[in-house]
């Protein structure tokens, strides 16, 4: 059953880099007493997720800040290495933080995976936006067409806060 508006995150862990490399965060260390506006794509240097979704939220991230958002992040299923050449390249460095599900164990808790295996890309997240409260979703944004972004776009969740 799919996370819905109301719930709290279910706990897990994601795969991050730090200046010493690979590490990770906790939903606790994330969520607990901040406001973070999550948002997550089906894969990074994916035509949809570098065009349009992870650059509206580097974009918006000051509007985000400026609304009372500690935090903008986005997730995806892939490695902490492909996540962090992603930040580099996108310059989201210091504007979004970049959290890895490699195994896509944290989207199948949210209920929020997405098969893509028909395009060689197994199991992803669905393209979606939250507004988390300590650790309790306020808002939520899920795309129907993975490659859309316009519910799940950082102007839409802007315009939700």
């Known amino acids: ?3 819905k508006v109301g719930d709290r995150l279910p706990a897990g862990k994601f795969g991050i880099m730090t200046s010493s ?5 906790s939903t606790d260390e994330l969520f607990k007493g901040k406001k973070v506006a999550l948002f997550a794509v089906p894969g990074a240097f994916t035509p949809t997720c570098s065009k349009q979704h992870l650059p509206g939220f580097i974009q918006e991230a000051e509007t985000l800040k400026k ?3 500690d935090v903008v992040a986005c997730l995806s299923v892939n490695d902490v290495f492909v996540m962090d050449a992603w930040r580099k390249h996108t310059g989201a460095d210091g504007k979004v933080t970049m959290l890895a599900d490699g195994n896509a164990d944290y989207v199948k808790a949210l209920g929020l995976e997405l098969d ?3 395009f060689g890309l197994g199991t992803r997240a669905k ?3 939250m507004l988390v409260e300590d650790g309790v979703v306020k808002k939520l944004n899920v795309e129907e067409n993975p490659s859309a972004c316009g519910v799940s776009g ?3 969740l802007v315009g939700e806060i």
């Open 1 to 3: 059953m799919a996370i």
């Open 21 to 25: 490399g690979p590490g990770s965060i």
């Open 154 to 156: 950082a102007q839409h």
């Open 127 to 129: 393209r979606f936006s």
């Open 116 to 118: 893509a295996s028909a």
């Open 67 to 69: 609304k009372g958002v």
